[in-house]
């Protein structure tokens, strides 16, 4: 059992596929900030209680910047596949105006507007992934299926990239995201091979721009333009935190939703659910993946603890979203939940800048297969799920269904 004085392996193992692992409970309530060791070897300090999640989250003394420091902020950095100590990284500002520039600019392409007219492509789109999905037979891998080429689909579309390389974009993003699976030159090789392909990219956009954000970034902001290097990193980014994350979340809901089927019986006989079920969802997602790791640069008490200057942090929003003081009956999946203020797309200024599209694809996903598959079902027992190990964002192998 945690306390003060023991070291957690890090991330948590849990033989579950869609079940918390047992210490989550019992750090919060025991071990509050808790000591951990990463892969590395090297030690960070892991934060799992609502309120002390949500502090660090939107406190601008805690940091993104983990390569500035020493010791575990840099392995942290590193530890986390590389996503948080890359190019993407040095090239976007992480703080103050320049940050606050960057989230206003590619923040319009996230609008509720934006969102609204982009709903009926990505409708279509999951029609269309369901019709040949159909056509393939039963049993069927819905994350092949539909949750992984939707969202490849739906960001491509908004940078203007062929989804024809979802094989390419995949990998790149897997040597990013994955804590354990690649060497570092591996992942070295991997990443300029992305950077060479997007610089491309952006290349031509400059020279005949089109309907889709990198070209807007470049042409409506012309007196005070993006450098090249920060477009390189925005479409990276976006790339692959629009497309890795959304695809493990629609497989990781459905089978959610499938694993007590009382619950995708009450979104049949009610679809208009689908909002607050799509965040409780978010909420209840017991395999959300590492967190997120943020770095002080001063002392700071985070409960009762003094948490000292150079220690990197990890925020464990799954397990904070789990907290009995933030939600009643937290270890119940609730579809009418409401109020519903999970912290799965983070808090504060860093918070995920594209949670609208995300909850578009979500939800949308969710209304098309329950109109077009109401008998949908899990092909195999919710406990022989298989989840992908090693990953900074947490999701299943495969989804298999039947209808």
Same mark, same amino acid.
């Given at each position: 059992?945690? !306390?003060?004085?023991?070291?957690?392996?890090?991330?948590?193992?849990?033989?579950?596929?869609?079940?918390?692992?047992?210490?989550?409970?019992?750090?919060?309530?025991?071990?509050?900030?808790?000591?951990?060791?990463?892969?590395?070897?090297?030690?960070?300090?892991?934060?799992?209680?609502?309120?002390?999640?949500?502090?660090?989250?939107?406190?601008?003394?805690?940091?993104?910047?983990?390569?500035?420091?020493?010791?575990?902020?840099?392995?942290?950095?590193?530890?986390?596949?590389?996503?948080?100590?890359?190019?993407?990284?040095?090239?976007?500002?992480?703080?103050?105006?320049?940050?606050?520039?960057?989230?206003?600019?590619?923040?319009? *392409?996230?609008?509720?507007?934006?969102?609204?007219?982009?709903?009926?492509?990505?409708?279509?789109?999951?029609?269309?992934?369901?019709?040949?999905?159909?056509?393939?037979?039963?049993?069927?891998?819905?994350?092949?299926?539909?949750?992984?080429?939707?969202?490849?689909?739906?960001?491509?579309?908004?940078?203007?990239?062929?989804?024809? !390389?979802?094989?390419?974009?995949?990998? *790149?993003?897997?040597?990013?995201?994955?804590?354990?699976?690649?060497?570092?030159?591996?992942?070295?090789?991997?990443?300029?091979?992305?950077?060479?392909?997007?610089?491309?990219?952006?290349?031509?956009?400059?020279?005949?721009?089109?309907? !889709?954000?990198?070209?807007?970034?470049?042409?409506?902001?012309?007196?005070?333009?993006?450098?090249?290097?920060?477009?390189?990193?925005?479409?990276?980014?976006?790339?692959?935190?629009?497309?890795?994350?959304?695809?493990?979340?629609?497989?990781?809901?459905?089978?959610?939703?499938?694993?007590?089927?009382?619950?995708?019986?009450?979104?049949?006989?009610?679809?208009?659910?689908?909002?607050?079920?799509?965040?409780?969802?978010?909420?209840?997602?017991?395999?959300?993946?590492?967190?997120?790791?943020?770095?002080?640069?001063?002392?700071?008490?985070?409960?009762?603890?003094?948490?000292?200057?150079?220690?990197?942090?990890?925020?464990?929003?799954?397990?904070?979203?789990?907290?009995?003081?933030?939600?009643?009956?937290?270890?119940?999946?609730?579809?009418?939940?409401?109020?519903?203020?999970?912290?799965?797309?983070?808090?504060?200024?860093?918070?995920?800048?594209?949670?609208?599209?995300?909850?578009?694809?979500?939800?949308?996903?969710?209304?098309?297969?329950?109109?077009?598959?109401?008998?949908?079902?899990?092909?195999?027992?919710?406990?022989?799920?298989?989840?992908?190990?090693?990953?900074?964002?947490?999701?299943?192998?495969?989804?298999?269904?039947?209808?």
């Amino acid at each position: 059992m945690a !306390d003060s004085e023991s070291v957690l392996d890090y991330p948590l193992p849990n033989p579950a596929p869609l079940e918390p692992p047992e210490e989550w409970a019992r750090l919060r309530q025991e071990c509050p900030v808790a000591r951990i060791k990463l892969p590395s070897g090297d030690e960070a300090t892991l934060v799992t209680r609502y309120d002390d999640v949500k502090k660090v989250l939107a406190d601008p003394r805690f940091t993104r910047q983990l390569d500035t420091g020493a010791g575990a902020a840099r392995i942290a950095a590193n530890e986390s596949g590389g996503v948080f100590n890359s190019s993407m990284a040095s090239a976007i500002p992480q703080s103050g105006p320049g940050h606050r520039r960057w989230r206003t600019r590619v923040g319009r *392409w996230f609008t509720a507007k934006r969102m609204a007219a982009l709903r009926p492509r990505i409708e279509a789109m999951a029609n269309q992934l369901i019709d040949e999905m159909i056509d393939q037979g039963q049993p069927a891998d819905l994350r092949a299926s539909l949750g992984f080429p939707l969202p490849v689909w739906v960001i491509c579309d908004l940078l203007g990239v062929s989804d024809s !390389d979802r094989d390419r974009f995949s990998y *790149w993003s897997d040597t990013l995201l994955n804590l354990t699976k690649y060497d570092q030159a591996e992942i070295d090789a991997a990443q300029a091979e992305f950077v060479e392909y997007m610089a491309a990219h952006v290349t031509a956009r400059r020279a005949d721009p089109g309907d !889709d954000l990198l070209s807007s970034l470049i042409t409506e902001d012309a007196d005070d333009p993006m450098s090249d290097a920060e477009l390189v990193a925005t479409g990276r980014g976006l790339l692959v935190a629009g497309h890795e994350t959304t695809a493990n979340m629609i497989s990781k809901m459905v089978g959610m939703l499938l694993a007590d089927r009382r619950r995708w019986e009450q979104l049949v006989a009610d679809p208009s659910l689908v909002r607050t079920a799509v965040e409780e969802s978010l909420r209840f997602d017991a395999n959300p993946g590492i967190g997120l790791p943020r770095f002080i640069s001063e002392d700071v008490e985070i409960a009762g603890t003094v948490v000292p200057t150079g220690t990197t942090v990890m925020c464990n929003m799954g397990v904070a979203n789990r907290d009995e003081t933030a939600f009643t009956d937290a270890d119940r999946m609730d579809l009418t939940r409401s109020p519903n203020p999970h912290l799965t797309f983070g808090a504060g200024a860093h918070s995920c800048l594209g949670q609208a599209l995300a909850r578009t694809e979500l939800q949308t996903t969710l209304e098309v297969l329950l109109r077009r598959l109401p008998t949908l079902d899990l092909a195999v027992e919710a406990d022989a799920l298989e989840r992908v190990e090693g990953l900074a964002v947490g999701g299943l192998a495969r989804l298999p269904v039947r209808w």
